[in-house]
């Protein structure tokens, strides 16, 4: 065949290309109008997208990021500082509010309660959850913050005194109180009959022996006759079956002996008064929260 004789298809009578691959050859059709119109079209729109946004490198590298600034001065970074300035705006304009808003107020006002909580939950992951878990659950010698356990009471501003002045920390009006050491005041005899009346309080069994008067004389101004804890002393509730320290009755003894005690650290000087509000309604709405 020669080059200037056009080979037609047989059946569709239209001219190929005179590409060929193991017998199939390829039609000379031309390209349908529709497709041609959109491929103009997007050149037409592609020259406009290179005037009005940042599109080409420049040779000599300057400009907007190393090349063409674009009619409109968009910049991706400009766009992030706009939703950034608008998100900073719009927390501001709660945090007026939340500021200037009494605990009760926040109670009764949704939108401000979930600031609190998130914001609360928020600075709860980045200061707190080293201690008390991520979720508030605690472990051993840090109190769990979800239930109705309270050391030093759970309503909304005593967990604010709590967490602004601390436990035992360094803060002028820290929570303070200490168990004393009865090692010395008290023989091994005594201290196991003491533990056996602690641990009757939680297991209900009847106690008769020598454990309660001591515990009255010796434990009682603190913890209370009945074991349930006086917060005024941050002294724990012994009848709950819920445990700091542990509740074997080794535990128990090793507390009377040689008592741990807990330092929780005042937070006054590191986070905001409005972050510590926050934390204070957050910690209250983990579910133990007391009216
Ligand atoms: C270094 C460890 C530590 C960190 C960090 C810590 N805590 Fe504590 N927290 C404790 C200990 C220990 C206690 C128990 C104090 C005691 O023995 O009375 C406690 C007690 C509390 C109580 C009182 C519970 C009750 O039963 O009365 C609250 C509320 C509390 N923490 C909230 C917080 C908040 C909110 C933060 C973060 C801003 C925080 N804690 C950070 C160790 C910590
Ligand atoms: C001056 C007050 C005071 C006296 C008196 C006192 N305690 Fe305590 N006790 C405390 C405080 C405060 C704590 C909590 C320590 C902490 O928060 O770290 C505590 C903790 C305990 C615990 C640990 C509770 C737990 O959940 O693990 C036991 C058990 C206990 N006391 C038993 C006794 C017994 C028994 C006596 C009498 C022999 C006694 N206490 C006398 C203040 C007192």
Not at 168 to 191: K, V
Request: proline letters at 3%; glycine letters at 12%.
């Amino acid at each position: 065949m020669s080059d200037n004789q056009v080979e037609k298809d047989a059946v569709s009578g239209v001219e190929t290309t005179g590409h060929e691959w193991d017998g199939i050859k390829e039609l000379n059709n031309p390209a349908p109008r529709w497709w041609l119109g959109v491929l103009l079209i997007s050149i037409i729109w592609s020259i406009g997208y290179w005037v009005v946004y940042p599109a080409w490198p420049t040779l000599s590298g300057d400009g907007e990021r190393g090349g063409t600034k674009g009619s409109f001065g968009w910049t991706q970074y400009s766009q992030l500082k706009e939703s950034q300035a608008e998100i900073v705006a719009r927390k501001a304009a709660y945090l007026d509010r939340f500021n200037a808003a009494s605990f009760d107020q926040i109670k009764t006002d949704e939108e401000l309660y979930a600031f609190a909580v998130a914001g609360g939950a928020s600075a709860f992951k980045d200061n707190c959850a080293t201690c008390h878990g991520t979720g508030g659950t605690g472990s051993a010698g840090y109190p769990n913050l979800l239930d109705d356990d309270w050391l030093w009471g759970g309503d909304v501003n005593t967990i604010h005194e709590t967490i602004r002045a601390g436990v035992r920390a360094n803060h002028d009006e820290t929570r303070f109180s200490e168990m004393p050491a009865f090692g010395e005041m008290l023989s091994g005899q005594e201290i196991s009959h003491i533990s056996d009346y602690v641990l009757s309080f939680s297991s209900g069994a009847a106690y008769d022996g020598e454990g309660k008067d001591l515990f009255e004389m010796q434990c009682a101004s603190c913890h209370g006759e009945d074991g349930k804890g006086i917060r005024d002393f941050g002294a724990p509730n012994l009848a709950d079956a819920i445990w700091f320290y542990g509740g074997t009755k080794g535990d128990i003894m090793s507390q009377i002996r040689q008592p741990q005690h807990g330092v929780m650290p005042a937070w006054e000087a590191r986070l905001s008064e409005s972050t510590i509000r926050q934390l204070a309604i957050y910690v209250h709405s983990l579910g133990g929260g007391e009216e």
